[in-house]
């Protein structure tokens, strides 16, 4: 096989991986201002999407325009939030720059969706019979939906390396996907180790070892705990997708009331639809998330609520959100970068009283305001340079393997070749892992390399 790398070669964003000109892993674009998108557009066949998040799934819609209609393979939960992020992005940036895509383009991606489970492998462009491949996802234990995609040619895949196979001088290449080897609230981590002669792995946290998720929950529930006995407010910056619904989770096990605002309660009614509710690791957990939370809506109150939030509701007011932070409460919003959504409204409302919390979840890129904050004390919001009194606190609940779990992974696969990709430092991470005798390399941004 041959791989071209369009996107997230050395870095981190817009991911895409050309296999032999045919097949597209990923379409993603990088959210930064400006945006960045891959290096060039493709005319691929067919689509095989690993997981639905902006990175990785940004920039599908523009490949349906004029007359190309590829097939696109996810499973449902990202086939779902792929669409609420085009849909998203065409309402924050549409007829810009900024966005690639229209409405119809992402109607169209509707059209050509073909949806699959985990270990159920299935034929694209014919099948290997018929030239094409077979593909298979595996859980990645990431966010709900989310697969290692394993690409094969010429033969089936087995279920498990432990087991035997002859080798046919076929290729079986393992795309890792973005993975977690922890298990999360709402999902077990990865145990899956297909069989592969070459794997394309991510490495976001590669130089990062985590304390273990219980001992981060932890200190998280204390610092909330603290927050509120002390007559405080905390905010807490979540991404939308999958980490709005972990501090939900946490919350309510720890019988902690909470609001949710954001598109995060969007993604809650998403994931608890019946079409989604296999692949998270136990739907009654999300469940009792969101009957624990106030999800914040456009009416004069807020509603409790007993089934999954989203549905018909308008938008909230700056005044609804000014008199929710003003209480004695958590409040799960995004942005989780501080660079947009409800959480421009709540951070300036509680950032004058040390007695307040702002919680962190998620790593805080460079530049970003939520850096900014962690690193300096003080934040620029809508366009305003903020000192911030409050405490603001960050607790690593990242869904990307550390390093500990990424050389577990790799553990599978000490006799394949390894593309190190989708990390700050890939040409390091390959480097360590040579030395403990793998064939490893990080190739570069529109490389070409045989598998």
């Not at 369009?6 to 945006?35: H, W």
């Not at 999407?49 to 990785?56: A, E, F, I, M, P």
Request: net charge negative.
């Amino acid at each position: 096989m041959e791989v071209e790398f369009l996107g997230g070669a050395r870095e981190i964003g817009r991911s895409a991986i050309l296999v032999d000109d045919r097949l597209l892993l990923d379409y993603g674009m990088d959210s930064g201002d400006p945006p960045q998108f891959p290096i060039r557009d493709p005319d691929p066949d067919a689509v095989v999407v690993s997981h639905g998040h902006l990175d990785h799934v940004g920039s599908l819609p523009s490949l349906l325009s004029g007359d190309a209609r590829p097939p696109v393979h996810w499973t449902p939960p990202t086939r779902d939030l792929a669409l609420l992020l085009a849909r998203d992005t065409l309402n924050l940036h549409g007829g810009t720059y900024d966005c690639p895509f229209t409405e119809a383009e992402i109607a169209r991606l509707t059209q050509v969706s073909e949806t699959h489970g985990y270990r159920e492998p299935f034929p694209v462009l014919g099948g290997t019979d018929a030239g094409g491949y077979d593909v298979t996802f595996y859980d990645a234990g990431h966010v709900p939906g989310s697969a290692h995609v394993l690409v094969s040619e010429g033969r089936s895949p087995s279920s498990n390396r432990t087991q035997s196979d002859d080798d046919d001088g076929e290729t079986r290449l393992l795309y890792s996907g973005d993975f977690n080897t922890e298990d999360q609230q709402l999902l077990a981590g990865s145990t899956a180790r297909p069989d592969a002669d070459a794997v394309i792995v991510e490495s976001t946290y590669a130089d990062t070892t985590r304390p273990p998720r219980a001992d981060i929950e932890a200190a998280f529930v204390e610092r909330l705990r603290t927050t509120l006995w002390e007559g405080g407010t905390v905010v807490v910056p979540a991404f939308a997708i999958g980490r709005t619904q972990e501090v939900l989770a946490i919350c309510a096990e720890h019988d902690i009331d909470c609001y949710a605002d954001g598109m995060g309660t969007r993604v809650a009614d998403l994931l608890g639809r019946e079409r989604n509710r296999d692949f998270l690791r136990d739907p009654d957990v999300l469940r009792r998330a969101t009957a624990n939370a106030r999800f914040v809506d456009g009416r004069d109150g807020q509603r409790k609520s007993g089934a999954l939030a989203g549905r018909a509701r308008r938008g909230a007011s700056r005044g609804q959100r000014t008199r929710i932070a003003a209480q004695n409460t958590v409040i799960v919003t995004t942005s989780g970068m501080l660079h947009g959504g409800p959480a421009m409204t709540y951070v300036p409302e509680i950032r004058d009283h040390p007695v307040n919390t702002i919680a962190f979840t998620g790593y805080q890129v460079e530049s970003t305001p939520g850096r900014e904050l962690l690193d300096t004390g003080r934040a620029e919001i809508d366009g305003r340079l903020m000192p911030i009194s409050a405490q603001a606190e960050h607790y690593d609940f990242s869904a990307h393997a550390d390093r500990n779990g990424l050389l577990d992974f790799l553990d599978a696969y000490d006799d394949a070749e390894i593309l190190v990709n989708h990390g700050d430092r890939c040409e390091h991470f390959a480097a360590a892992l040579r030395e403990d005798g793998y064939a490893a390399r990080a190739p570069e941004l529109g490389s070409v390399t045989t598998v």
